[in-house]
T-cell receptor, first 113, second 116 residues
């Protein structure tokens, strides 16, 4: 069936370095993607989104890249800070099929001081 | 910044009992959702709700589940006869379709449901 998955379950990064979190998706009809951050005891927090008519979108310290050819999504965090330590999820949506989000399994990012 | 709020934060219930989880979505949002996350697993879609009716639901959302918007601010998830496997974090989310398609869903901090 269709699924969204993550390559790396845990990413350890030095404070100040850049982080890259990857996500593979298999539903070629998906046209909207979101990255969420989840801290312990909290709900998923919206970070950034991208529509399928774009291949790059930038926010504050974050960049999302979308490669539709290989169905790959990545989140880049610049100058990673201790507050970035969390689990990061990608989620996809196929608008024609409704509003539900299909989540990936999550990547834990640990920032070392 | 407006946020989705959920109560209670933790609910402990005996198996077979009914439970109601409550959510207050962001006030100008029109789409509402419930998701769940079993410990160590992915966040899974349960149901979406728009214009006072269910717009879509997953296989998980069987006859034991129901949703309601009893007034202009609350959105509830009811499980009629809870099972051990219903133990999970339940997240409510809302989105604003007024800005066009593909709008982000904003999540609450969840209710941890523990079935004994």
């Amino acid at each position: 069936g269709e699924s969204v998955g993550l390559h790396l379950p845990t990413l350890s990064v030095q404070e100040g370095d850049n982080s890259i979190i990857n996500c593979a998706y298999s539903n070629s009809a998906s046209d909207y993607f979101i990255w969420y951050k989840q801290e312990s005891g909290k709900g998923p927090q919206f970070i950034i989104d991208i529509r399928s008519n774009m291949d790059k979108r930038q926010g504050q310290r974050v960049t999302v890249l979308l490669n539709k050819t290989v169905k790959h999504l990545s989140l880049q965090i610049a100058a990673t800070q201790p507050g970035d330590s969390a689990v990061y999820f990608c989620a996809e949506n196929e608008w024609a099929a409704g509003n539900k989000l299909t989540f990936g399994g999550g990547t834990r990012v640990l920032v070392k001081p | 910044e407006p946020e989705v709020t959920q109560t209670p934060s933790h609910q402990v219930t005996q198996m077979g009992q009914e439970v109601i989880l409550r959510c207050v979505p962001i006030s100008n949002h029109l789409y509402f959702y419930w998701y769940r996350q079993i410990l160590g697993q992915k966040v899974e879609f349960l149901v979406s709700f728009y214009n006072n009716e269910i717009s879509e639901k997953s296989e998980i959302f069987d006859d034991q589940f129901s949703v309601e918007r009893p007034d202009g601010s609350n959105f509830t998830l009811k499980i009629r006869s809870t099972k051990l496997e219903d133990s999970a974090m339940y997240f409510c989310a809302s989105s604003d379709p007024g800005q066009g398609r593909n709008q982000p869903q904003h999540f609450g901090d969840g209710t941890r449901l523990s079935i004994l």
